[in-house]
């Protein structure tokens, strides 16, 4: 488990940094809820206080958030799991378990030689999964093995679902409104199209999208999708009926020659926020609860790609009062269990989010995948020993070592380092009076050691 602090303010005095007290900190931790999950694409939070969880090959669980215990309740033949393909997107009726309908997409075979995207309802009873009905057909949305979406979303006031559709790698359907790739879909829960949708007899409530895995509602009830851009610009957007979102002409917001003249003459609408290089963001939802003040008021962001390698991430898009802009973004869990694709959210507060490793671009370790939990911990205090008997010199650490100078009965004690995150980066064991500690991973900035002899001391000491 690792504990991280967020709101520490460091008081930098000439060279030498003094930490404040740590009063103010909250601390994220996190432990495993369940491993040995093959690629969870949708995790969320049922009013059976359960995680419900589709894994991409085709299987639809139960999880047990305090045990670990999975109840499987069916294992889909029809799925077909390919690159991006497979079993995606999932949310349960609002009123469930009255009715109890559980909606879902996948792409799966239309003929002996085409695929489409299916949407979905099931129902529940008993642990399984009955009565499947289809709801559009999947001729419309044609299936890729790459950029098939989909996220479900439904929106309780009117009873309309929308879900997001890749472009299915086709440059042409983003922008051709009689084909349902590219687009997010509005629907009746029984499939039809509603009366208000823009295009009489259609769902397509907007276009020129090129593969949003993120869906979720936020403040004064906007409607977010985080989207894959191609090598720069991945996206925010918020989504308005008829919207045109400009893919392929617009990469990102409208910033290039074509961009502009392409935006000016179908008034597509940019996104809040991109990020180049992309980072690929998957599923997101808003959070506003107190359980974790530094998290409040953010679009937290499940990460896939990050920085590549592995070195993926959590990020909380902060944003304003209004909601229609994103005033910072902060990373979490940078590098430590790889690709990230769902986050769900429980009445309480805690954050659930699932790793994506074992869907052929990650780096799975053995027990991948898995769903995190992130709970709010008890407080450790990180208080520098002003008068401590460890001291580590040199001190900046300039070079790729440092030296940790301590009495005899510290011989043998583990010890630890955190930076300023409250991160513990690195833990071991001083052998000697005189240990050398490696630079070896850490980045500049500002750290503390801690030694866990009989009587715990701590130093602080910068790298640069
Ligand atoms: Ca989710
Ligand atoms: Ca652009």
Same mark, same amino acid.
């Given at each position: 488990?690792?504990?991280?602090? @967020? ?109 489409? @995207? ?50 299915? /790698? ?130 937290? &962001?499940? &990460? ?75 407080? @450790?205090?990180?208080?520098?020993? /002003?008068?401590?008997?460890?001291? &580590? ?12 100078? *301590?009495?005899? /009965? ?19 064991? *001083? ?5 050398? &500690? /490696? ?26």
């Amino acid at each position: 488990m690792y504990l991280r602090f @967020v709101g520490f303010i460091l008081l930098f005095i000439s060279a030498i940094p003094l930490f404040a007290q740590e009063d103010s900190l909250t601390v994220i931790g996190t432990k495993d809820v369940i491993t040995g999950l093959d690629t969870p694409w949708e995790i969320l939070w049922g009013p059976d206080n359960h995680i419900w969880m589709t894994e991409r090959y085709g299987r639809i669980s139960r999880v047990n958030p305090e045990t670990g215990e999975l109840t499987p309740l069916i294992t889909m033949p029809e799925v077909y799991e390919t690159a991006e393909a497979g079993l995606m997107g999932m949310t349960l009726h609002p009123h469930f378990p009255d009715p109890p309908y559980l909606y879902t997409a996948y792409t799966g075979k239309v003929d002996d030689s085409t695929y489409g @995207v299916y949407i979905v309802r099931f129902t529940y009873a008993r642990d399984t999964l009955v009565d499947k009905q289809i709801l559009i057909d999947p001729r419309r949305i044609i299936g890729g093995t790459i950029h098939d979406g989909c996220r479900l979303l439904i929106d309780s006031n009117d009873m309309t679902m929308y879900v997001t559709t890749g472009d299915g /790698e086709d440059y042409w359907y983003p922008q051709t409104d009689s084909i349902y790739n590219g687009k997010v879909l509005r629907m009746n829960l029984d499939g039809s199209v509603p009366d208000d949708n823009p295009i009489p007899g259609s769902h397509v409530w907007s276009k020129g999208h090129r593969n949003a895995q993120g869906l979720a509602y936020g403040p004064h009830h906007l409607m977010y999708t985080t989207m894959h851009g191609t090598f720069e610009e991945d996206e925010i957007n918020i989504i308005v009926k008829d919207g045109n979102y400009g893919w392929p002409n617009i990469n990102g917001k409208a910033d290039f020659g074509d961009e502009v003249a392409f935006a000016s003459d179908s008034s597509a609408i940019d996104p809040i926020y991109t990020w180049t290089p992309t980072i690929a963001p998957g599923g997101c939802l808003y959070y506003d609860h107190e359980e974790f003040p530094q998290l409040r008021n953010s679009l937290l &962001i499940a &990460i896939l790609k990050g920085d590549g390698d592995g070195n993926s991430y959590m990020i909380a898009a902060h944003l304003d009062s209004a909601g229609t802009a994103v005033t910072d973004t902060v990373r979490y869990f940078y590098g430590e269990y790889g690709r990230f694709r769902d986050v769900a959210i429980a009445p309480d507060g805690r954050v659930f989010i699932s790793t994506s490793n074992r869907d052929s671009k990650g780096f799975p370790r053995q027990d991948d995948d898995r769903i995190l939990m992130l709970y709010a911990a008890p407080q @450790v205090s990180v208080a520098v020993d /002003e008068q401590s008997t460890v001291s &580590i010199s040199p001190n900046p650490m300039t070079g790729a070592a440092s030296f940790v100078t *301590l009495p005899h /009965e510290f011989v043998g004690a583990s010890y630890d380092i955190v930076d300023a995150l409250g991160r513990i980066v690195r833990t071991g064991t *001083l052998e000697f009076t005189q240990s050398r &500690i /490696e630079r070896g991973t850490l980045a500049e900035g500002v750290y503390i050691l801690r030694v866990q002899g009989d009587v715990p001391c701590s130093t602080r000491f910068v790298v640069n």
